[in-house]
Nanobody
Framework: EVQLVESGGALVQAGGSLRLSCTAS????????IGWFRQAPGKEREGVSC????????YYLDSVKGRFTISTDRAKNTVYLQMNSLKPEDSAVYYC????????????????WGQGTQVTVSS
């Protein structure tokens, strides 16, 4: 059974930091690009960051560049999203996503989704 299990979402003040985790199971981790999408109320789901097999290249949404960092621990089949200098507009449900081989910003191309974790940034 394929599973992507996220954790780390919370309520945080603007300027604060959070680290999201996504642990994968049920598929060959090294064959998949793993990334993060987010969806705020009334908005479309958007790709935030992604890492392809062998950790290269990395992708970031323009609005999070310099603030968010994606990393992997392949021994644990886990992907992290370190989020610093958080802003209220970062508030959303964050979803872990897996796609074979290559990252994509299109939700319709994602093979597997996690259940989502809520990030709320207060001003």
């Amino acid at each position: 059974e394929v599973q992507l299990v996220e954790s780390g979402g919370a309520l945080v003040q603007a300027g604060g930091s959070l680290r999201l985790s996504c642990t994968a199971s049920g598929f060959t981790f090294d064959d998949y690009a793993i990334g993060w999408f987010r969806q705020a109320p009334g908005k479309e789901r958007e790709g935030v960051s992604c890492v392809q097999p062998r950790n290269s290249p990395l992708y970031y949404l323009d609005s999070v560049k310099g603030r968010f960092t994606i990393s992997t621990d392949r021994a644990k089949n886990t992907v992290y999203l370190q989020m610093n200098s958080l802003k209220p507009e970062d508030s959303a449900v964050y979803y872990c996503a897996a796609k074979y081989r290559q990252c994509s910003a299109y939700p319709s191309l994602i093979a597997y989704w996690g259940q989502g974790t809520q990030v709320t940034v207060s001003s």
